[in-house]
């Protein structure tokens, strides 16, 4: 599942995470803040949702950070939770996060011991 329904604005918006949303998510990613990571979380899966249903966006960054913090309170982490659960779960995000895994290094145990016996500087 990639897509989930949520109030924002005072409207039942789609949030889908396609690659597209995937795209859109990373270009509004600003360092390892975690509230940036949830906005761009929401703007990249309301784009997402628009584009794949050829819908006009009616709505900017600044109304989904308006939007996200204006959740109620007593809703906020419930709602977060699930977007987070959809995104996280989307083949596209496995996709993602497999594409940034490096490759296991195949060392034996005596390479690797070797290579911490070494001399860090020689003389």
Same mark, same amino acid.
């Given at each position: 599942?990639?897509? $989930?329904?949520? %109030? ?7 949030? *889908? =995470? %396609?690659?597209? @949303? ?7 990613? @600003? ?5 940036? =990571?949830?906005? @761009? ?16 966006? /009616?709505?900017?960054? !600044? ?5 996200? /913090? !204006?959740?109620?309170? /007593?809703?906020?982490?419930?709602? $977060?939770?699930?977007?987070? *659960? ?5 083949? %596209?995000?496995? /996709?993602?996060? @497999? ?13 690797? *011991? ?10």
């Amino acid at each position: 599942m990639n897509y $989930i329904k949520v %109030n924002l604005g005072g409207q039942e918006r789609g949030l *889908k =995470f %396609n690659n597209y @949303a995937i795209e859109k998510l990373s270009e509004k990613m @600003a360092g390892n803040s975690a509230i940036a =990571f949830t906005y @761009a979380m929401f703007w990249g899966g309301l784009q997402g949702n628009s584009y794949a249903k050829e819908q006009d966006v /009616d709505y900017t960054f !600044s109304d989904v950070i308006d939007w996200v /913090d !204006s959740i109620p309170k /007593d809703d906020k982490a419930a709602i $977060i939770e699930s977007v987070t *659960k959809v995104l996280t779960e989307s083949q %596209n995000y496995k /996709d993602l996060i @497999a594409a940034g895994t490096p490759e296991p290094v195949n060392e034996t145990p005596e390479e690797k *011991k070797s290579e911490l016996e070494k001399p860090i500087m020689e003389t």
